[in-house]
């Protein structure tokens, strides 16, 4: 009886033994994915996509190279315009090599670009059912890149395809939205730091478009004037041009436009140019009426000289 009682026990002890190793491994292994030091496990279902040989690869250490295999044939899915085996080769993809941007980055653009195009302009389909996919690829493909950024949050590349996907007119512009992502971008401590001021004036653009962030879009651009001069783009300047206007700041504290423009001709010509880009939701307050004043006064720059 004592024998078994001792037996008991030492069983007890290697079943406890056993799991805190467990524990203590599968604590070790999350910490080497997040340093990347190696690749996550393989999502349920991958080795049955993969087949038996594929499989075998991938667990033996050469998950790259069969990641690139079903890159090449995932092209050849594009070719054919087989948008539902491409959507399936990439998630294959990311699931071997889940840290490679590249494969996040060119399986949304497909989704979202490519087949959300298709459908589009697809006359074999009825203008409902067009729409009705177009809309479907496109949130597809945010939807992949949002799982990207999950698992990458500080890939600064992944935010950044998220805010021009959702700053883009010609798919589902979303003004709020697209400004979150740009800020998630800046805040990612991976950004270079010579991408930073052209990317927060990017931030500043889209801010622009945001109803109630004024005040906040006229900080920064104010910011950004007078951080440098490469700063002066004709945009960034007129939109600072329209703000001011927007929120009725006082003449004191206001930059002159001598301060925001090189001469009148170009004040005139620069204006012009962002009156017609209006239908992007800038900001257009004082604009016209400004560009009335200007075509008395400096007349048309555009205008041929007269022999």
Same mark, same amino acid.
């Given at each position: 009886m004592?024998i078994?009682? $001792?037996?008991?026990?030492?069983i007890?002890?290697?079943?406890?033994f056993g799991? /805190?190793k467990?524990?203590f491994?599968?604590?070790l292994?999350?910490?080497?994915?997040? $340093?990347?030091?190696?690749q996550?496990p393989?999502k349920?279902g991958?080795s049955? &996509?993969l087949g @038996?040989t594929g499989?075998?690869?991938a667990?033996?250490?050469?998950?790259?190279?069969?990641?690139?295999?079903?890159n090449? &044939?995932?092209?050849?899915? !594009?070719e054919?315009?087989?948008?539902l085996?491409?959507? @399936?080769?990439?998630?294959?993809?990311?699931t071997l090599?889940? @840290?490679?941007?590249?494969?996040?980055d060119t399986?949304?653009?497909?989704?979202?670009?490519n087949?959300?195009?298709?459908y589009?302009?697809?006359?074999?389909l009825?203008?409902?059912r067009?729409?009705?996919m177009?809309?479907a690829?496109? &949130?597809?493909?945010?939807? !992949?890149?949002t799982e990207?950024?999950? $698992?990458?949050?500080?890939?600064?590349?992944?935010h950044l395809?998220l805010?021009?996907?959702?700053?883009?007119?010609?798919k589902?512009?979303?003004?709020?939205?697209?400004?979150?992502?740009?800020?998630?971008?800046?805040a990612?401590?991976s950004?270079?730091?010579? &991408?930073r001021?052209?990317?927060?004036?990017?931030?500043f653009y889209?801010m622009?478009?945001?109803?109630?962030r004024?005040?906040?879009?006229?900080?920064?651009?104010l910011?950004? !004037?007078?951080e440098?001069? @490469?700063?002066?783009?004709p945009?960034?300047?007129c939109?600072l041009?329209a703000?001011q206007n927007a929120? #009725?700041v006082?003449e004191?504290?206001?930059? /002159?436009d001598?301060q925001? !423009?090189p001469?009148?001709?170009t004040?005139?010509?620069?204006?012009?140019?962002?009156w017609?880009?209006r239908n992007?939701?800038?900001?257009m307050?004082?604009?016209?009426r400004?560009?009335? #004043?200007? #075509?008395?006064?400096v007349?048309?720059p555009?205008?041929?000289?007269?022999?």
């Amino acid at each position: 009886m004592r024998i078994l009682f $001792q037996i008991v026990v030492i069983i007890c002890i290697l079943l406890g033994f056993g799991a /805190a190793k467990l524990r203590f491994e599968d604590r070790l292994s999350q910490d080497m994915v997040a $340093q990347r030091l190696i690749q996550p496990p393989l999502k349920e279902g991958t080795s049955l &996509r993969l087949g @038996q040989t594929g499989a075998a690869v991938a667990l033996g250490g050469l998950r790259s190279l069969v990641a690139s295999i079903w890159n090449l &044939r995932a092209f050849v899915h !594009f070719e054919n315009l087989d948008w539902l085996k491409l959507e @399936q080769s990439y998630e294959v993809i990311t699931t071997l090599q889940p @840290q490679t941007t590249h494969y996040w980055d060119t399986g949304a653009w497909h989704l979202h670009t490519n087949a959300s195009v298709y459908y589009k302009e697809n006359k074999d389909l009825s203008p409902i059912r067009r729409s009705a996919m177009q809309l479907a690829y496109i &949130r597809k493909g945010a939807a !992949f890149l949002t799982e990207g950024v999950r $698992q990458n949050p500080d890939d600064w590349r992944l935010h950044l395809a998220l805010a021009r996907l959702w700053n883009d007119r010609h798919k589902l512009p979303d003004p709020a939205r697209a400004l979150g992502h740009y800020e998630d971008t800046l805040a990612c401590k991976s950004l270079p730091d010579y &991408r930073r001021s052209q990317l927060r004036r990017f931030a500043f653009y889209v801010m622009t478009q945001v109803q109630g962030r004024e005040p906040d879009a006229y900080a920064l651009g104010l910011a950004l !004037f007078k951080e440098s001069p @490469q700063n002066h783009t004709p945009n960034l300047v007129c939109c600072l041009f329209a703000l001011q206007n927007a929120l #009725e700041v006082p003449e004191a504290e206001r930059l /002159a436009d001598a301060q925001l !423009f090189p001469n009148k001709k170009t004040q005139l010509l620069w204006l012009k140019n962002f009156w017609s880009r209006r239908n992007q939701d800038y900001p257009m307050d004082g604009v016209r009426r400004k560009i009335n #004043e200007l #075509e008395q006064e400096v007349g048309d720059p555009r205008a041929k000289p007269q022999n």
